[in-house]
């Protein structure tokens, strides 16, 4: 099991920058992939940035240059740090951690941070 709890969402004008944080429960080490997704009212939940096989870097086309994924195993937290916001940017952003275990693959999610950006 893997709680994860995420911060660091608010109200921001267009151009300025939030940082994301999202705290798991447990060491994050062996966790097999962690980071943001995110859901606009209306829209389907998007990948927005994922750590995969480690530290390798997953982002959505929509933010590349924009927004840097980075962690700190000593802390289990993942960050999102999101710079040049757009309005579009506006979403409820998630955490999600995926464990493969013997047992099968774990899917993982924290209850969300607001993200408004205002133009």
């Known amino acids: 099991q893997v709680q994860l709890v995420e911060s660091g969402g608010g109200l921001v004008q267009a151009g300025g920058s939030l940082r994301l944080s999202c705290a798991a429960s447990?060491?994050?080490?062996?966790?097999?992939?962690m980071g943001w997704y995110r859901q606009a009212p209306g829209k389907r939940r998007e990948l927005v940035a994922i750590?995969?096989?480690?530290?390798?870097?997953n982002y959505a086309d929509s933010v590349k240059g924009r927004f840097t994924l980075s962690r700190d195993d000593a802390k289990n937290t993942v960050y999102l740090q999101m710079n040049s916001l757009k309005p579009e940017d506006t979403a409820v952003y998630y955490c999600?951690?995926?464990?493969?275990?013997?047992?099968?693959?774990?899917?993982?999610w924290g209850q969300g941070t607001q993200v408004t950006v205002s133009s």
């Open positions: 999600k951690a995926v464990a493969v275990t013997s047992a099968g693959q774990f899917d993982y």
């Open positions: 750590f995969t096989s480690g530290s390798v870097r």
């Open positions: 447990r060491s994050i080490f062996s966790i097999n992939a």
